[in-house]
Every structure is written in structure tokens, then in C-alpha cells.
């Protein structure tokens, strides 16, 4: 790819949106862009920490396994999005995999070349350390909910969570614009695939979640919440 390629991807990124023409091009002079194939890992957990990648397109799971092989799945990435967030300034391993669910164009850049960018631009410092914070935030919530709420709630709070990060409106709907299994929404909360087959199939009877012709799961969020939340 050209470099007016990257740096034109690179510019839709929130992270760089608000940087110079000669800023933006000192990040381009150290990107590569790669494409991975569905069901490729762009990393495994335990590799050493070399790079942070950028989504251009497809979809990207991220997900750690512990000694048995069981999987959590930590997020479902895509166009926009960045990986890993943790592992700056520091060396260390990749903490967790990050495998292809669809291909997708990723712009990879050396992490400690991006390291000295970060050091020499202090505003783009600032913004990874709020998109970080917002992980933070996120897991925290996530917890929370593991503890506060049984699991018929978890699966409805965890369909709210993907409505606003892995869907588009359609209507009274949010469309989800990546086909899960019911095994990866298990390993998104720590349930079984027989639970999650149980509740959702509950939830369309309520009216509260159909599919479409293509698979994809329509979700009534308005509903959704008054199920949960009164």
C-alpha cells in the first residue's frame, strides 16, 4: 500500500485525527499494512510484544485461554479500532490472542517506534491514555455485572453492550454487524453455549430479539432495558 494509502486510513483513526500533515507522516513512515485471512492469528498470548495494530477493515476477536485451553473472550474489534491496549513502555508478552473472525487490513507499527511518537507528540499521549481508561471503565462494568446480576441479565446486559459497539440501527433495532455463535457469547461472559441458546431463544419470544434473512442478530435495545431495568 501507497503511503497516501496509510495516511489517509490513519486519519479516520481517533487517535491520529487531529494531528498535522507532518505528524501524521512520521507514524506513516514506520507503518506496515497486513492482511489476515479469517481464523489466522495476527498474535497469540505469550508471544513477545512487538506491535500495535490498527483496523482498517474486518473484524478482529481478542480472547485469552487459561492452562485447560477454556476461552474469555475480552472484545470483538473492528474498523477503527486499535490492539493491543496494554504493554506500553514496558516489555512484555502479547496478554492475551487476537484472532481473525473476518479479513481484515490491519496497519501495524512497531511499538517501540511508536513509543518514541507517543514521547515526542504529548497530546496523542494523553489520547491513549483515554482510550485506555475507557477499557478500564469497561472492564470494571463488566465485572460489576458478573457480580451484581444473575445470568439471564448478564446475557441481556452483555446484547446492550454490543448494540453500541459491534451494531448499526435498523429501524426500532440495533443489527449486529458480526455473526456470533452462541459459544462466542458464552466465552464473552462465562456461561455455557446451552445457556445462551436457552435465553436468546426466551428473549424471541418476548419480541425482545429477532434475526434477519443474512443471520444477523436484530436486538430491541429499548425493550432490552426495561427487562433488566424495571
Not at 490498527?54 to 474489534?77: A, C, H, M, P, R
Not at 429501524?171 to 455473526?179: I, P
Request: aromatic share 10%; glycine share 4%.
Amino acid at each position: 500500500m501507497t503511503h497516501d494509502w496509510i495516511k489517509t486510513r490513519l486519519k479516520n483513526v481517533a487517535l491520529f485525527r487531529e494531528l498535522s500533515d507532518q505528524e501524521l507522516d512520521s507514524i506513516v513512515k514506520i507503518s506496515q499494512v497486513r492482511v489476515y485471512k479469517p481464523r489466522t492469528f495476527v498474535f497469540m498470548q505469550g508471544e513477545p510484544l512487538e506491535r500495535v495494530f490498527f483496523i482498517q477493515s474486518g473484524t478482529v476477536k481478542i480472547y485469552k485461554t487459561d492452562i485447560n485451553g477454556k476461552e474469555q473472550i475480552v472484545s470483538i474489534l473492528q474498523t477503527g479500532e486499535m490492539f493491543p491496549h496494554a504493554g506500553f513502555f514496558r516489555r512484555g508478552s502479547y496478554p492475551a490472542h487476537a484472532e481473525v473472525m473476518e479479513e481484515a487490513t490491519l496497519i501495524a507499527i512497531p511499538i517501540a517506534e511508536f513509543e518514541q511518537t507517543l514521547i515526542c507528540y504529548p497530546e496523542l499521549c494523553m489520547k491513549l491514555f483515554r482510550v485506555m481508561g475507557e477499557k478500564i471503565i469497561d472492564l470494571q462494568n463488566r465485572l460489576e455485572e458478573q457480580i451484581l446480576h444473575n445470568t439471564y441479565e448478564q446475557i441481556i446486559l452483555l446484547l446492550l453492550r454490543l448494540t453500541k459497539t459491534n451494531a448499526v440501527s435498523q429501524g426500532r433495532f440495533h443489527r449486529l454487524t458480526t455473526h456470533f455463535t452462541n459459544r462466542e457469547l458464552a466465552n464473552m461472559i462465562g456461561t455455557s453455549r446451552e445457556t445462551i441458546s436457552r435465553t436468546l431463544s426466551q428473549l424471541k419470544r418476548k419480541g425482545l430479539i429477532d434475526i434477519d434473512d443474512n443471520g444477523y442478530y436484530l436486538i430491541d435495545a429499548e425493550k432490552l432495558e426495561k427487562e433488566i431495568f424495571l
